[in-house]
T-cell receptor, first 114, second 115 residues
Framework: AQSVTQLDSQVPVFEEAPVELRCNYS??????LFWYVQYPNQGLQLLLK??????LVKGINGFEAEFNKSQTSFHLRKPSVHISDTAEYFC????????????FGPGTSLSVIP | GAVVSQHPSRVICKSGTSVKIECRSL??????MFWYRQFPKKSLMLMAT?????????EQGVEKDKFLINHASLTLSTLTVTSAHPEDSSFYIC???????????FGPGTRLLVL
């Protein structure tokens, strides 16, 4: 069975500082990996996804993530955060096609401090 | 990406009433639909998966008689919370999958408050 771990439940960071949100997964098969962002009282927005190919994936809003198969990780990074990046971030995994269910991690609350 | 709508966006109802939530695909044929539930400050938990024209498959611990799912067409799925109680208050989100779509697309969610 698949599972997703996000070790940091809350990450405070100063504006314009870099940030890394950690994500580890477990699966017995190859996976698709995703990062979603959820702003307060809103739905999910896809930040980026890894399906295959290059292990460094660039997404929207200046975010990027690197797939590391040996470490079963998919950490999210941004070199310089803005106040508007304050939100909940979810790492997610599915087993290979869009028809497979998506399993979400517990989420990381990113707070950007002015 | 694909456009997914949910209606209503928020609903308040009395305990004991039933509430229907619609999830629509506006620009592709959604052969598979998923319903998720999110409690405040928590992650999304998959409730059930439905394929068009078939009965839904529920995750362990989800009462199928309480959360009725109908995937009647390739563009519409409904989730009915029957005899809602305050503990059913939550954020319900659908996602859709279909041919030629690399990933699922999520709806904006429906916030249900049962008084």
């Amino acid at each position: 069975a698949q599972s997703v771990t996000q070790l940091d439940s809350q990450v405070p960071v100063f504006e314009e500082a870099p940030v890394e949100l950690r994500c580890n997964y477990s699966s017995s098969v190859s996976v698709y990996l995703f990062w979603y962002v959820q702003y307060p009282n809103q739905g999910l927005q896809l930040l980026l996804k890894y399906l295959s190919g290059s292990t460094l994936v660039k997404g929207i809003n200046g975010f990027e993530a690197e797939f590391n198969k040996s470490q079963t990780s998919f950490h999210l990074r941004k070199p310089s955060v803005h106040i508007s990046d304050t939100a909940e971030y979810f790492c997610a995994v599915s087993e290979g096609t869009s028809y497979d269910k998506v399993i979400f991690g517990p989420g990381t609350s990113l707070s950007v401090i002015p | 990406g694909a456009v997914v709508s949910q209606h209503p966006s928020r609903v308040i109802c009395k305990s004991g009433t039933s509430v229907k939530i619609e999830c629509r695909s506006l620009d592709f044929q959604a052969t598979t639909m998923f319903w998720y539930r999110q409690f405040p400050k928590k992650s999304l938990m998959l409730m059930a998966t439905s394929n068009e024209g078939s009965k839904a498959t529920y995750e362990q611990g989800v009462e199928k008689d309480k959360f009725l799912i109908n995937h009647a067409s390739l563009t519409l799925s409904t989730l009915t919370v029957t005899s809602a109680h305050p503990e059913d208050s939550s954020f319900y989100i659908c996602s859709l999958a279909g041919p030629y779509q690399e990933t699922q697309y999520f709806g904006p969610g429906t916030r249900l408050l049962v008084l």
